[in-house]
């Protein structure tokens, strides 16, 4: 890593068993970065956090905080906050003794811990609610005990398992932008896991993503979702038309059947070979209907085999002939008020155009 790194994990690996939980991870973080380890359930995530935090020895591996190695030092010596997805609270503990309860570990004195207390309940919101006990708090309010809690002992680093998963959407979303407004007040490095794209997306200064115990992607929300790396990213964030078959002609020029597209990134970063095969993917919302105003260039004719509402758009599906008998899907998410306003009905011939610098390609 860099000096401006925070925090540093190097090849990390971790095995249960024969079983390879995480494969070769490395990625650092800055001081007072927001990332997100996003991926399905049971690629690892809660893996990392448990080694990063010290409650998991890596199998190989180093993890340094602060230019020093932490690998081999307890959770006691990490100075690291923790929230996990179960509130986790003390069920025989008052709100205020529960957020209290790290703070008297670490100090006998008992003197400053009241106020600090007040203080962190007044951080999360909680202000004259220290003598409830958690089953007496709903779900938002017990993950809110969970954060000060994790705050008390001001770490140096938070880290959150799924700290929202447990939560009714709207308390979810509300509580998305108040712990991201807090850490950014706090300008605590903070690593959150999630297996929710939106939560990652709307959270995140930069995203990890996960396959398998793999890292396959990182980097900002924006660069993940338009240049995701490869199909598995692509379709876990958001959703992605893939087409099979397709050969590279010459540089910047695609083959599908007969069809010719231009592609403005098409040399990848794989350096296809000419007359090699490969597969391209393109957004459903970056499929633009013929009145969109295409040029000729990568214009497709389309058949509409159904419709689907979606409220502020509709998803069509599209059939594209590529050749002979042979076709292939493609759906298009357009907005409401164009669909009705071209009339656009199943069965209906529909020429789009895909923009060159829209189309990502991907190895066969
Ligand atoms: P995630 O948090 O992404 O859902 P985990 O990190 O919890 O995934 O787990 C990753 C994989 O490692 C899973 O297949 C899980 O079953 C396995 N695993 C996790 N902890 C253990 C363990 N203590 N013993 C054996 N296998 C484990
Ligand atoms: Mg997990």
Same mark, same amino acid.
């Given at each position: ?50 080694? $990063? ?156 993503? $996960? ?154």
């Amino acid at each position: 890593g860099e000096i401006s790194d925070y925090l540093s994990v190097h090849q990390l690996t971790k095995k249960f068993g024969k079983f390879t939980a995480l494969d070769d991870i490395s990625f650092s973080t800055k001081l007072g970065e927001f990332l997100c380890v996003l991926g399905p359930s049971g690629c690892g995530k809660t893996t990392v956090l448990r080694a $990063i935090a010290g409650l998991e020895k890596p199998t190989s591996g180093t993890i340094v905080v602060e230019g020093r190695d932490v690998t081999q030092l307890p959770v006691s010596r990490r100075n690291v906050g923790i929230v996990f997805q179960s509130y986790a609270l003390f069920p025989n503990l008052t709100a205020e003794d529960n957020i209290a309860y790290g703070l008297k570990q670490r100090s006998k004195k008992a003197k400053g811990v009241e106020g600090r207390v007040t203080e962190l309940l007044e951080t999360v919101g909680l202000s004259g609610m220290g003598n409830k006990y958690p089953a007496q708090l709903s779900g938002g309010q017990q993950q809110r005990v969970a954060l000060a809690r994790a705050m008390a002992i001001s770490p140096h680093l938070l880290l959150l398992d799924e700290p929202l998963s447990a939560l009714d959407a709207k308390v979810r979303i509300r509580l998305r932008s108040e712990i991201r407004q807090l850490q950014k007040r706090l300008g605590v490095t903070t690593i959150m896991v999630t297996h929710d794209q939106e939560e990652a997306l709307t959270m995140a200064d930069r995203i990890l993503i $996960i396959d398998r115990g793999k890292l396959v992607q990182m980097g900002t929300p924006g660069e993940v979702y338009d240049k995701p790396a490869t199909p598995f990213v692509a379709s876990f964030i958001g959703s992605m038309n893939f087409i099979t078959k397709v050969r590279k002609m010459e540089d910047g020029i695609f083959g599908v059947g007969e069809h010719r597209l231009k592609i403005s990134n098409g040399r990848g970063a794989r350096r296809v070979q000419n007359g090699e095969p490969v597969m391209i993917g393109v957004r459903p919302e970056d499929v633009m209907i013929q009145a969109d105003g295409g040029d000729g260039i990568n214009t497709l004719n389309t058949l509409v085999s159904a419709i689907e509402y979606r409220g502020s758009l509709f998803r069509l599906s599209l059939n594209l002939p590529i050749s002979g008998n042979d076709y292939t899907t493609i759906d298009a998410d357009v907005p409401s008020e164009k669909v009705r306003r071209l009339g656009l009905q199943e069965n209906m011939h529909l020429p789009i155009h895909l923009p060159v610098d829209r189309i990502r390609v991907y190895a066969a």
